[in-house]
Structures are given as C-alpha cells and as structure tokens.
C-alpha cells in the first residue's frame, strides 16, 4: 500500500504541494552522474512496492478523516482507479454530501452535483484547492507523477521501522518532472515490499510532512497497510487518516465507465 | 387529450408499479431503498427605507429522498418538499398560498395542507421518476430534473426548467414532467432526447441535445421547441490558461408572428481560484429584457424562463469567496444591470457545526435608480439558515 501514498493520480497520494516547484538545478548536475546499480535495485524496490499497492485496476471503499485541534469530520468514499488516467470518486458519507462524484480523466477534473443534477468542469486554478474541506488538494487527485518514472533513486541503508527491517530510499525528483518537492525518503519493508512510512521534503530541505502506514492486513488478496496517517510537520494536532474498508485489485474497468454520463449514473 | 394526474392518482399508479417492479427485480440480486433528506429553518427579514418597514416571517423545510434501486437496470425516485411557513410575510402576501397549490406541470404534485392566515403548509413532489438504462441507453420518465446547463450563474440552455438564481434555499431546483432518453456515443460524447408534454401544445418543450468533449473543451448543442418557439443553443466549459471559461447562448424564434421577435439569451463567465479565494465575473444579455426601468418584483418569482433569466436587458456579475477554515466560508456576489440601474449585492457566510448540521447567514440588497436617478437601497432580505441532514 505504502508507494500508494508517494505520487500517483488519484491516490489521496499525500504529494501535496507546498507552494514551490521545480528541484534547484545544481540537483539536475548530481542526478545525472548518479547512474549506478544500486540506484536501479532502489528503483526495482520502489517499482515493487508500487505494483502491489495499486494494481492494474482497483475500486476501493474508505473513510477518511480530517482531524484538527478543535474538531474532526469523516467521509466515506468509493473509488474507481484505472492506471493513472481514469478515476471516479463517490461520496457515500456525510449524509449531505452522499451522492457527490469526481471524475478525473487525464488533466480533467469534473464534479458531480446529484442534488441537482449538474456536472460542473473545475478550472486548472482551483487544483490547489482543499478537495471537500480535507487535507488534500483537487491537485492530489489529478496529478500523473510516477513515484518510478520521475525520481532518480538511492539506497540510503536498511532501518526498523514498526518492527520490520525496511530499505531507507531517497527519492529525487527528475528535473522535467512536474513534482512539487524537493526530496522524499521512503520506508520499504524488505520482506513484503510495504511502504510503511514516507518523508515529504520542501527543495529548501525542510520536512512537510510524513505519512505512516499500519495496520496491515491481507485486503483485496493482497498483504497492505489499511490505515494511513498523514501529518504536517509544523501544525500542530492537524492529521488525515485514511482506513481502508474494501479493496478489489484488478478487476477489468472499461475506459467508457470513466465518463461524465456515467458519473451521474455509478451507485 | 392529456390526463392530468393527482396526487391520488399518482398514488394509486405508484401501488400498482411498485409490486410489478418487485417482480421484475426478483432475478437480480441488487435491489435497495435508500431514504435521506433533511430538515432546514429558514428565519427570514425583510426590511426597507422608503416606506421604513420591517416584515419577518420564516418556515420550516424537510425534504425527503426516496430512491430504489430493483436492479442494477431500474431506479425508482420520489423526492417530496414539505414546507411550513409562519410569521408576518404570509400574511402579508394574499394568494400565497393558492400560488403554491397551482402546479405548473402536466401532473398536479402540489398540496397544500394547511392555510391560515399566518400559517401554509405546503407539499410537493419535484422529482417523481422512473430509469431503465442498458448498456448505452438510459430512459427516464417523470418529473425530473433535466439539467443542460454548463455555467454558473445563469444558464440560458437550461430549457426544461429554469431557476432564479435568487432562489438559494431551492438548493435541488424544479424539475420537469418529461421523458429523457440519453445515448452514450463513446469516447465522451453523448446524444440526449427530451420531451416535456404540458396541457396545450403551444406549452410543449422537446428538444434534442449532442455534447462531447474537444482538447479539453466540454461542448454541446442543442435545438429544439421551446413553448411554441424554435429554439437553438450552444455551450461550453473549458480553461482559459488558469481559468475556467464557461458559456451558454440560445436563440428563440417566435413561431407565430404575433408573439415578438427572434430573442438571444447568452451568458460568459470567467472563474479563477487564489489559493483559497475563488473569484468569479460574467455577464447575462437577455434581448427580452427591459431597456428601461426595471420591475423589483420580477425578480422574487421562484422560476423564470430561460428566454428571460434577468429583468434587465445585460446584467454583469462579479463574486468571491474564500474559505477561512474547511468548514468556515464566506462569499460576496454583486449584479449590476445598467438599464435602470439596478445593483444586487449578496453577501453570505456558513459554518458547519458539526457532522450533518450547517448554519448560514445571507443576505439579498437591492438598490435600483429613482425617479430622480439616484441609486436608492430599495429592499433588504436576511436570511438564517439552519439545517439538518439525514
């Protein structure tokens, strides 16, 4: 589940922007000299990771939840992914929100009023907004960043964490690559190829946030973490967790169900 | 010779459907009600300079939300808006409650309860059908709502069943007595057929609607009747850099001579976001609109056509809103219509208070242009809004 988290479109991918963009070019000199075997096994070991967390298709029941100092909210969502061009997301909780569908098709992004029966096309600003009053972003949902095609990686050592020894691999966004930050350290389990826990670094080297993974359980046939904390470094009681409730891998989604018609028609 | 339906009738349609329907769905396996709505206060103030008055007034909203699905094919829909209104502005309004019971459409889903003097209590279905979709097809007959519209604020393509963008309680907005037939194309595009009978031919809407999708551009076009005049439209939706940039025109023509001119009713608008500042500007020309002095009262009705969405003949708009926290947001809109200087400022805020209960406060000003053409604040309205969801 852990590479889930670490940079693919719809995947609540906790990449959330900081604001700032583009690693600084002295980066781009260092990532070109580095070409070694060890960074093609970091590749393989985050390729693993990711292929098992994400599937080729996969529709996915889950609570998630935005806890701040003085107050929590919880929705429940469905949600329909095919690689990293098609998803459909549908609100089943809260009661007024039931109903509520988004539809992302490769750049687009479309929400699904059912109340009164009107699509609405979100304009490319509004990508940063906060998706439903969470802790992601509209931005999270679109974003076609591949945690294995637009990093350079490195094996940093082997670490603990959660009791399972764990490959500690840095990631470095490629240069061309539309990546907002600047370094992210991932936790893979050697064992099982979980990510069980990601560092979010700004390019100024400053930690944004960090995502943690438990709770693992076999769900959808697979060995993943079901329970996923995200907190922001520098807020203070500020946390999203998102607790997986179903999880079906690879069943074959038509590109056709990604459609705005059948946005106002899934149940 | 259409029938016109009455609740009664509609009941005893509903009892013989509903055991057919069981029927039906005993070879399928999905097969489930859901029930949700909500229940709203709305207290109201009415208040103006000139004569200096004061009127207040408010009503309770419940509405209830009953969907079932027999199969994966079929979807029953019955939705039922229960209001109660009290206080001064009933009073003030005779013949409120007779206009509430008068359904505009070809079945009568209208009734009203009670009526005292300072009390109506109102019910009506504005959503009462039947679905069968299969594969690319899908069929719905009944009061529906059937929504074509792309832009934010007015919407000249919404043909089948318009609304004031005024009426910010009617969150889910009217639905038509129709029958929809959508086809699926492929890829994006999608070809829709509708038909809204009414008592007399002359009132009949039917038209035909293809949309689609082009380098990032939501389109659509339509033609069709529109209660006795033809009737063509286009629209979009699509970015303009950042931006989103969103559009309507339709164009009506008069099939009989004596019923005016060719009429436009087009609409353009501009929507950015400012991290969490979503700033928005359009504008409304409405050919049948008036060159002159505009009538306040035109706006409180609770539908309007889309052949004449603003009383003026081009209204400009501009908005904002930002959320202070996810569940904190406040918004300002203002409306200015040139001929008869009319000026409509809306501001708003709402909090969630918890899980399932919002409140919300808002307001609707109006200044319009005098007899010595000075903008005059003609009439206020402040709306408290609490609401329930279930």
């Not at chain 1, 429940?76 to 089943?92: H, S």
């Not at chain 2, 999905?30 to 103030?45: D, T």
Request: hydrophobic share 45%; net charge positive; aromatic share 12%.
């Amino acid at each position: 589940m852990g590479t889930r988290n670490a940079g693919k479109g719809f995947h609540f991918s906790f990449v959330r922007s900081p604001g700032k963009c583009l690693a600084p070019v002295w980066l781009m000199a260092l990532l070109f000299s580095v070409a070694t075997t060890q960074a093609q096994n970091a590749r393989e070991i985050v390729r693993k990771a990711e292929d098992n967390a994400r599937g080729k298709t996969s529709i996915a029941t889950m609570v998630i939840t935005t806890v701040r100092p003085k107050w929590t909210r919880s929705m429940e969502i469905r949600a329909w992914m095919k690689g990293t061009d098609y998803a459909l997301l549908l609100v089943n909780a809260p009661a007024k929100d039931k109903g509520v569908a988004f539809l992302k098709r490769k750049k687009e992004v479309w929400n699904w009023l059912p109340s009164l029966e009107r699509t609405i096309k979100l304009p490319p600003s509004m990508m940063s907004q906060s998706w439903m009053g969470t802790d992601f972003t509209n931005d999270d949902l679109v974003k076609e960043s591949s945690v294995v095609d637009d990093y350079e990686h490195s094996l940093l050592g082997t670490e603990k964490q959660d009791d399972s020894l764990c490959y500690k691999i840095q990631m470095i966004p490629k240069p061309e690559a539309a990546v907002v930050w600047g370094k992210i350290i991932l936790w893979i389990t050697q064992q099982t190829s979980l990510q069980l826990r990601a560092e979010f670094y700004d390019e100024t080297g400053d930690l944004i946030n960090v995502m943690v993974g438990s709770q693992v359980k076999k769900i959808g046939g697979r060995l993943l973490p079901t329970r996923l904390e995200m907190t922001p470094a520098d807020k203070k009681g500020h946390q999203t967790v998102i607790e997986y409730k179903n999880l079906e891998f690879d069943k074959p989604i038509a590109d056709s169900f990604f459609t705005t018609e059948n946005m106002t028609k899934i149940k | 010779m259409l029938v016109r339906l009455s609740y009664r009738r509609i009941l005893l349609l509903l009892l013989a459907v509903v055991p057919l329907c069981r029927i039906v769905a005993q070879s399928d396996s999905v097969s489930h009600w859901a029930l949700g709505g909500y229940v709203k206060n709305l207290q109201n103030w009415a208040f103006a300079d000139q004569p200096n008055t004061l009127i207040n007034g408010g009503f309770f909203h419940n509405r209830l939300i009953l969907k079932w699905t027999p199969g994966s094919e079929w979807t029953l829909d019955l939705e039922v808006r229960n209001r109660l209104f009290y206080g001064e502005w009933v009073r003030y309004q005779p013949g409120w409650a007779e206009a509430l019971d008068a359904d505009g459409g070809l079945a009568d889903l209208s009734f009203v309860p009670v009526r005292r003097p300072a009390l109506i209590g109102s019910v009506v279905s504005d959503r009462l059908w039947a679905q069968w979709q299969h594969g690319r097809w899908s069929i719905r007959a009944g009061r529906q709502r059937i929504n074509w519209a792309v832009a934010l604020t007015w919407n000249p393509n919404d043909w089948f069943n318009a609304w004031n963008f005024l009426d910010f309680d009617y969150e889910e907005r009217p639905g038509a007595d129709a029958l929809r037939v959508q086809y699926q194309m492929g890829g994006f595009s999608a070809l829709d057929v509708a038909v809204s009978p009414a008592q007399t031919f002359k009132k009949w809407i039917g038209a035909a609607r293809l949309s689609g999708n082009f380098r990032q551009y939501d389109w659509q076009v339509q033609a069709g009747m529109y209660r006795n005049k033809a009737v063509a439209g286009l629209g979009w939706a699509g970015n303009l850099g950042n931006a989103g940039f969103k559009g309507e025109v339709s164009v009506f023509q008069p099939l009989d001579k004596a019923e005016g001119n060719m009429s436009l009713s087009a609409t353009t608008s501009v929507d950015i976001t400012f991290g969490s500042w979503f700033v928005n500007g359009g504008l409304l020309v409405n050919t049948l609109g008036s060159g002159g002095d505009i009538d306040i009262l035109a706006l409180n009705r609770s539908s309007l056509a889309p052949d004449n969405l603003m009383p003026g003949k081009l209204s400009f708009l501009a908005g904002g809103s930002h959320a202070f926290t996810p569940l904190f947001n406040t918004s300002l809109t203002a409306v200015y219509s040139p001929n008869g200087h009319l000026v409509i400022v809306l501001p708003s805020t709402a909090y969630s208070v918890a899980e399932n209960w919002d409140i919300d406060l808002t307001g609707q000003l109006f200044w319009l242009k005098n007899e010595q053409g000075v903008l005059k604040n003609a009439l206020n309205w402040v709306f408290l809004r609490t609401r329930w969801s279930f």
